[in-house]
C-alpha cells in the first residue's frame, strides 16, 4: 500500500515546483503561551501564506504539475472554502481558467475572493449532490481538469510541504499538530514527518463537534462526516481514501477538542501574538491547552492552517 | 536650541542598552495594500513588540539609564495606556518596583496587564488634577523616580530606536509615517531621519478629532488636547515642551485623517495582513489613503504603532 503514497523526492519537487507561487511562511513564538501551557510551542503560520490559509501549497501542486494540454481547458473544483480561492488564484498565476462550484448560500466574502482572483463561480444549492451535479455539468462542458481539495495526490505534496520547511528549520520537536478535516494537510504532515523528521511524532487536531476522523481511525474505517457541528467551519469534511491510508498508518493519534476551548485558544492567539487566526487553525493549540500532561515540556510545532474570518462574526 | 535633542550617539547608545528588553520587531509588506494604494509600504510592526506596544522602547531606555541609587526607590508614573504596561514589565525585568496611578474607570484589560507585570496600581479620579495628585502622593510616599510618557528624552532615545531599526534595513525610503498624540515616537521618529537616513521625510499621522499637534505645529505653539474625539485612544494627549520643539524643527508636515478612514485602513489591515492592529496604529495608512496623490508611487515606512484592542469592542 506504501507505493501509493508521495514519495519524499515528490514532496521535495513539489516544493521546487511551487516556490514562486506561494510564500515561505515564518514560525513564530510566544513566550507568555508557553508560560500558559508549560511547554516550548512553534506557530508555523500559513495565515500569512497566499490566500489566507495553507490551501495555496496544494492547489498550486496540482495545476503546475498538468501539462500544457491538460490546463488548455482550465481547471475546476467545487469548495466554499479556502481551496476555491487557492484553486482561483494558482490558476490566474499560471495563466489559465478556474470554474469553482459554490453553494448559493456561501459567505459574500468567500464569493468575493474568488472573483478577486477572476474564477468563474457556478451556483449549486448547498447539498453536497448538487454541487457534484454542477461540477459534472461544468467538466462536460469545458473539458476542465477536477482537482479534488484533498483525495489527489498532488494536493497532499503540496500540503506536504508546509512541515516540510518546518522540519528545514527546527530538527528537535517532539510533536507536529495539524487540524483534520479532509486530512489533506495532516497526511501531507504524516509523509513529511516520516521522511525529513521521524523522530517527531504527528498528531491530528479535530474538533469534537465534527470528530468523523477520530473515530475513522479508532475503527479503521472511514465514517462520513454527518452533521458535524462546530465553529470550526474548515473542518466539517470527511477523510478520503487517499487521506485516510496515509493518517492510518503514519498519525500518532488523533485527539478531539470542544469549542469552547477553540475559541479560548483562537482568543489567546489573537491577544497575545497579534496575529488573525480561523477558528480550525486554533485547534492545535485548543488541544494543547485540553491535554497539558501530555505535552507539559515538550517541543510542538503548531500548524496555524489559516486566518480567513468574518471580522463583523467573531466568537466573543 | 538643538544641544538640548538627545544626539545620534545617544540614540545609538540607547539601541544596544535595551537590546534584551526588546524585540526587534519585523517590517512586513503587502502586495495588495500595495496595490490599493499605489504605493510601496514597509509596515514596522510594533504591535508584535513586548507589551504589544512601542512604549517598551522609551520606557526600557527610561530605566536602564537610572543609576542603582535612582532605582532603588522604585520608578512611577501616571497612564492608563501602554506606557503604564511598558513602565511595569520594564521594572519587573531589571528587577525594581514600578508604582502606576491610573483611573478607576481604566479598561479592565489595561490594569490585568499592570498586575501581570507585577506593577503596583494606584488608582485615581480620571481627571488630569486627580491623577498628578496621586502621583505626587506616591512620589513623596516611595521616593520613586517619575518617568514621564513622552516629556523625557531617555525616553525620546527610546521610542526613536524604532525608526533606527528601519533604516539599518531601508535605505530608499522616501517616506516614513508615524502617529501623533503626545510626540514621543514622532520626535524620535525625526531624530533618527535626521542622523541615519536625512533624504527620508517624515510625516506625522493624526486623528481629525484630535489634531492639537497639526495646529501646534501650524500656528507654532502648543495647543493642550481639549475634548479629543477619536478612536485613537492612544493619540488624545497634546505634545509636550520637548516633543513640541523636535517635531517642530525636523516635521516634514503633520496630517489629519479622519475616523471612518483610521477603522477602513485598520480593517485593511487586519483583513489582507492578518495581523492585529489598534486604532492608533493604523492612521498612518489611513493617512495614506486619504493623499493617495502626495504618496502615489513613493517608498514610504509606516510605524505600526501597536496592537492592543479590546476584542470584544471592535468598531465594525
Not at 514519495?7 to 511562511?25: D, L, P, Q, V, W
Not at 510533536?175 to 498528531?203: E, N, Q
Request: glycine share 6%; hydrophobic share 40%.
Amino acid at each position: 500500500m506504501n507505493s501509493i503514497f508521495p514519495s519524499s523526492n515528490e514532496i521535495i519537487a513539489a516544493h521546487k515546483r511551487i516556490e514562486s507561487f506561494i510564500h515561505k511562511t515564518p514560525i513564530l513564538t510566544s513566550r507568555s503561551i508557553d508560560a500558559i501551557t508549560g511547554t516550548k510551542l512553534f506557530f508555523k503560520c500559513e495565515n500569512f501564506q497566499k490566500v489566507g490559509a495553507f490551501k495555496m501549497r496544494g492547489a498550486s501542486n496540482a495545476i503546475l504539475s498538468l501539462s500544457e494540454q491538460e490546463l488548455n481547458k482550465g481547471v475546476a473544483t467545487h469548495s466554499s472554502g479556502n481551496h476555491a480561492a487557492a484553486i482561483a488564484l494558482a490558476a490566474k498565476l499560471k495563466g489559465v481558467k478556474a470554474f469553482i462550484v459554490m453553494p448559493n448560500s456561501a459567505p459574500e466574502i468567500k464569493k468575493a475572493a474568488v472573483k478577486e482572483y477572476e474564477g468563474e463561480i457556478i451556483y449549486s444549492e448547498s447539498t453536497l449532490t448538487s454541487r457534484e451535479a454542477e461540477l459534472e455539468k461544468v467538466l462536460n462542458r469545458t473539458g476542465a481538469v477536477f482537482i479534488h481539495p484533498f483525495n489527489n495526490n498532488h494536493v497532499i505534496e503540496g500540503q506536504a510541504t508546509c512541515a516540510k520547511e518546518v522540519f528545514d528549520e527546527l530538527n528537535f520537536l517532539n510533536f507536529i499538530i495539524a487540524p483534520v478535516g479532509g486530512g489533506g494537510l495532516l497526511s501531507g504532515t504524516c509523509l513529511s514527518a516520516k521522511y525529513f523528521s521521524p523522530h517527531t511524532k504527528v498528531i491530528g487536531a479535530e474538533p469534537a463537534g465534527a470528530d468523523d476522523a477520530f473515530k475513522s481511525i479508532r475503527d479503521s474505517k472511514v465514517y462520513p462526516s454527518v452533521n458535524p457541528n462546530t465553529i470550526a467551519d474548515g473542518l466539517l469534511t470527511s477523510l478520503s481514501d487517499k487521506t485516510y491510508n496515509i493518517i492510518k498508518q503514519h498519525v500518532e493519534s488523533i485527539l478531539t477538542v470542544e469549542d469552547n476551548l477553540i475559541i479560548e485558544a483562537m482568543k489567546l492567539i489573537w491577544e497575545r501574538m497579534k496575529i488573525i487566526v480561523e477558528p480550525s487553525g486554533a485547534v492545535p493549540l485548543a488541544v494543547v491547552l485540553k491535554h497539558r500532561e501530555l505535552f507539559a515540556g515538550q517541543n510542538i510545532c503548531l500548524i496555524i492552517s489559516g486566518g480567513n474570518i468574518d471580522l463583523k462574526k467573531l466568537p466573543w
